[in-house]
């Protein structure tokens, strides 16, 4: 099993970025529209934990699908899992984000990942999930922006 663990300091209070987490079903909300990855659409299966959104995004043949297992509020915490057709010869892809408050006005998420790919395929793997944190961080330190304008 690999793993990737991954942090970002963002420039906004950690409810503002728990806030669009937490709605798991809206990335939409802080998915950057200006970068390497654009979202056409995001089908929703489901609701609350074991929810599934299908992201298909512009370019790419498959969606991915992303399924939250869990949920925990208080300590701003959640797990998610890719389901169904797996990118970048993924076979198996687990992670965990956290949002920890740094002072008022600034949180850390960070990222805890484990996933296992086809042979050969190891950093092809770990190329598209770094890419995609990064999108992820950059993101939500925009919509946060924008929310708090």
């Known amino acids: 099993m690999e793993t990737i663990d991954i ?3 963002l420039n906004a209070p950690a409810e503002t970025v728990w806030a669009f987490l937490e709605n798991y079903a809206d990335i939409q909300a802080w998915w950057p529209k200006d970068g390497p990855v654009d979202i056409d659409r995001v089908e ?3 609701e609350g934990v074991g929810l599934i959104r299908h992201i298909y995004n512009h370019g790419m043949p498959n969606a991915v699908s992303e399924q939250l297992d869990y949920l925990d509020p208080a300590n701003r915490t959640l797990k998610l ?3 169904c057709d ?4 993924l076979l198996q892809y687990r992670a965990t984000g956290k949002v920890t ?3 008022e006005d600034r949180c850390r998420l960070t990222y805890h990942s484990e996933f296992e790919t086809e042979p050969g395929r190891v950093e092809e793997a770990r190329g598209f999930l770094l890419a995609a ?4 961080f950059t993101g939500l330190e925009q919509a946060a922006q924008r929310q708090l304008a």
């Open 7 to 9: 942090h970002h300091d």
């Open 44 to 46: 929703i299966e489901g």
């Open 81 to 83: 899992s890719i389901v």
């Open 86 to 89: 797996r990118p970048a010869g």
């Open 101 to 103: 408050e740094l002072n």
């Open 133 to 136: 944190y990064q999108l992820m």
